[in-house]
């Protein structure tokens, strides 16, 4: 039985690891729960799986989770803030901690987590892109494993499974494209908010379906797979795939092309960082209420085959500021998380328009100066001031 410390449970990835565990219940406990602003979501969850500790953003909250706990029978113990988030990375007796929380925020109960030996199911991919060096630093000095959850890196993790010891030639990390594939730069001047959270094959969290629309997801990713399978971002190369059907591969020496392919379902890769090296029965009706399996792909479904693509990065912009950042390395990727962050909250509030992310942080990339061997509060630093910079850039 693996207990299960989820930072972000009420997301997208959130929800999905709670549908894991549920389905699982005789290999799996909650040991707790955080969530910022979705408090009712947060109590239900205490309801059904009844977490030995919870954590909320606003020590406002407390009050409410404590009457509704009286009401239901239960009350687990209770934090706030990111001293919280800490506390419930850290407690003893989880097994491991799935870090989904959004942007940069979860990079310091990370590190926490590892210092106190936890193995991290990761879908916080801005945490690596920040905090690479720190991060991976921190887990070869504790021996904790580090278990990718985006779907890509899982399946650029599983393609190299039984593969220990021969040269990777090539990482293909594949990209759906998202709403706006094939769009010239006078489109994208004319895209809304609505379109940009239309993704096509993914059902995810506002603000990383507008990176998905915007191509930075994608960029994230290479810095992250950069970190976390140890290639030269030479070696990583990015195709678009509308299919979402093959979700990562590796190329190696030999000219061999190993990849994980299946239907676009979340809960694989949660399933897989969970269990690993073994594999759960998802794809099977597990006869748990509210709970359905994952999809078998049906090849005959695909009528038009899977077709690949290059990135127009005269286009989109984000992919190649996300190369040329890890290249140069030390504060960049830092400055392009936290500039981007800013603007797509911006965006999501509608005061700048969907071009002028990748505009902006063109800008912000070219003026910033680079520092290199941060630590950890140079990190945090350099975040806070990429942040104020694009607020005074655009005066909002």
């Known amino acids: 039985m693996k207990k299960i410390s989820i930072l972000g449970s009420t997301g997208s990835i ?3 690891a709670l549908d894991v565990i549920k389905q699982n219940r005789d290999k799996f406990a909650v040991a707790s729960l955080s969530c910022a602003k979705s408090i009712d979501k947060v109590i239900e969850q205490i309801d059904v799986f009844r977490p030995e500790a919870v954590c909320v953003a606003e020590e406002a909250d407390l009050a409410k989770i404590k009457e509704a706990c009286s009401r239901i029978g239960y009350t687990p113990e209770l934090y706030y803030g990111n001293h919280g988030l800490k506390e419930i990375a850290t407690m003893e007796g989880a097994d491991i901690v799935l870090n989904s929380l959004m942007g940069m925020m979860g990079l310091e109960p990370t590190l926490a987590a590892i210092e106190a030996g936890k193995d ?16 991976m630093d921190a887990v070869k000095r504790n021996g904790t494993k580090l278990l990718p959850v985006d779907s890509e890196h899982s399946a650029i993790f599983q393609s190299l499974q039984g593969n220990e010891g021969n040269s990777i030639k090539r990482i293909i990390l594949t990209a759906s494209g998202g709403p706006f594939r094939g769009y010239t730069r006078e489109q994208l001047e004319q895209v809304t908010l609505a379109q940009a959270l239309k993704h096509p094959n993914w059902s995810m969290g506002k603000k ?14 290479v810095i992250e797979a950069k970190w976390l399978f140890d290639v030269p971002v030479s070696k990583i190369q990015v195709v678009v795939h509308p299919q979402s059907v093959l979700h990562s591969a590796v190329e190696y020496e030999d ?8 239907s676009p379902d979340m809960r694989v890769p949660i399933g897989y960082a969970f269990s690993y090296p073994e594999r759960l029965n998802l794809a099977s009706d597990s006869g748990v209420a509210g709970t359905e399996p994952v999809k078998s792909l049906d090849f005959f479904s695909l009528k038009e085959g899977m077709s690949f693509y290059p990135v127009d990065t005269d286009v989109f912009k984000t992919l190649g500021l996300a ?3 890890v ?9 392009l998380n936290g500039a981007n962050e800013v603007l797509v909250d911006m965006f999501l509030k509608e005061k700048i328009k969907f071009i002028d992310i990748q505009d902006t942080l063109e800008r912000v990339m070219d003026e910033h100066v680079p520092k290199f061997g941060l630590s950890l509060e140079e990190v945090l630093e350099a975040d806070r001031e990429a942040r104020a910079k694009v607020r005074k850039m655009l005066e909002v």
């Open 327 to 335: 290249k140069t390395g030390g504060s960049c990727p830092v400055v």
């Open 14 to 16: 959130g929800t999905q």
């Open 120 to 135: 991290i199911a990761f879908a916080n991919k801005e945490t690596l892109v920040v905090g690479g060096e720190l991060v």
């Open 208 to 221: 990383i379906t507008i990176d998905s629309a915007s191509l930075m997801n994608k960029g994230l990713e």
């Open 323 to 325: 190369f040329e950042a």
């Open 255 to 262: 000219g061999s092309i190993i990849g994980q392919i299946g």
